[in-house]
């Protein structure tokens, strides 16, 4: 497997997304039905690795589309310490949508069991027609990729984000929050972030190819966002890690300036996700620290923000009329672009972790590809 499998990836979002608006549109009209009984309290978003950062970055979505709470949680966390929640609120007063590419990841399968069993309804998005997740949930959006192809997941995370906007609008027109005429633009202006996600993936590539070579020999690199960049931050960071064996993590922005500031390096790279939103004034102060610590900032962010922009030493330009809910559509390219270049900048092939390298070679050498080793759930094919 090698690094271009990602830009292979990116390339195929905006026929996917194109596709998937309608088709899945559709779907969900069925299953979410206007005259649905249930009258919902909250909705739980749960899955592992990308599944759960999609449930991270669409969580706002379900409070100002749906005017329902909303929480993003960890598979293992749902399943052993939250499920009294659900037992509490009673039969049919919460939604648990649980997301699993593969759709046989095992704690997914177990959560949604669990969840029925104490009165949720339950709803499994997944890439993979007629897997575990489709039977034992209530409900499945399956949204099959034609072409795809083993990789870090730039396409299945889409479906899952895609997927659980969609779901936030559909439960805004099923309350009557939202009109038919208002969910139909949002579910336009959804559509319309194709050709937004294409462009930017296009304006990215240089750059990032740029970033890669400067901080190829980083031993570990941070992304902070807050809101639905939170979920941007921690997929960039899981990029790098399974892409290019870079030690990389996700973090709250505000949670970064009480904690993660006072880490060495000084010079450690920075990924700052600032679209516009309600927290766009803490990423940059965020940023503006870091810079002023000598991190190395890349703002990632739209060229208005000129506070993020001028205190960063790179800057990748993002659109500047994106919706804060649908903003994770095309930051998420952020992390394909520049994982596949700084795999290539240091000689490594994806998901190679499961197999060390010898002592004597470092990590900007080619080491042999591992990549049919035996990985579980959302990690293997389809990813």
């Given at each position: 497997m090698e690094p271009e499998v990602l830009l292979r990836q990116v390339s195929c979002l905006r026929e996917d997304l194109s596709a998937m608006v309608p088709a899945v549109s559709e779907r969900l009209a069925g299953i979410l039905a206007a005259d649905d009984p249930a009258d919902y309290e909250s909705v739980i978003l749960t899955g592992d690795g990308d599944s759960h950062h999609a449930g991270l970055a669409t969580a706002l979505a379900y409070e100002t589309f749906a005017g329902l709470t909303c929480d993003a949680i960890s598979a293992l966390e749902l399943l052993e310490y939250a499920t009294g929640r659900v037992e509490r609120a009673g039969p049919g007063r919460t939604l648990?949508?649980?997301a699993s590419a593969s759709g046989a990841t095992e704690r997914v399968v177990q959560v949604l069991e669990r969840a029925s069993k104490l009165g949720a309804r339950t709803l499994a998005i997944t890439a993979t027609p007629g897997s575990p997740v489709t039977r034992v949930a209530d409900d499945h959006v399956a949204f099959a990729l034609p072409g795809n192809e083993r990789s870090p997941g730039m396409r299945t995370y889409q479906v899952s984000v895609t997927t659980m906007l969609l779901a936030a609008i559909r439960?805004?027109?099923?309350?009557a929050r939202l009109d038919p005429a208002a969910a139909d633009r949002l579910r336009a202006e959804l559509s319309a972030s194709a050709d937004a996600i294409a462009d930017t993936a296009g304006m990215l590539s240089a750059p990032c190819q740029d970033i890669a070579e400067k901080i190829a020999p980083a031993s570990v690199v941070v992304a902070v966002g807050s809101g639905p960049s939170r979920g941007s931050a921690s997929?960039?960071?899981?990029?790098l890690v399974e892409a290019a064996g870079c030690f990389a993590i996700g973090q709250d922005a505000e949670e970064w300036c009480h904690v993660e500031r006072f880490a060495a390096p000084r010079d450690m790279?920075?990924?700052?996700f600032a679209p516009a939103g309600r927290a766009?004034?803490?990423?940059?102060?965020?940023g503006v620290r870091a810079s002023t610590l000598g991190r190395r900032v890349v703002a990632v962010t739209p060229a208005d923000n000129t506070e993020l922009v001028q205190a960063g030493w790179r800057h990748l330009p993002m659109p500047a009329t994106l919706r804060e809910e649908f903003s994770p559509l095309v930051y998420g390219v952020v992390g394909g672009v520049l994982a596949a270049h700084l795999a290539r900048a240091r000689g490594w092939i994806p998901f190679q972790g499961g197999a060390p390298a010898p002592v004597e070679q470092?990590?900007?050498q080619p080491?042999?590809?591992?990549?049919?080793s035996g990985r579980n759930g959302d990690h293997s094919s389809p990813s």
């Open positions: 648990v949508i649980a439960l805004g027109e099923v309350r997929f960039a960071a899981a990029k790279p920075m990924l700052v766009q004034w803490c990423a940059n102060a965020a470092s990590v900007t080491i042999r590809d591992v990549s049919s």
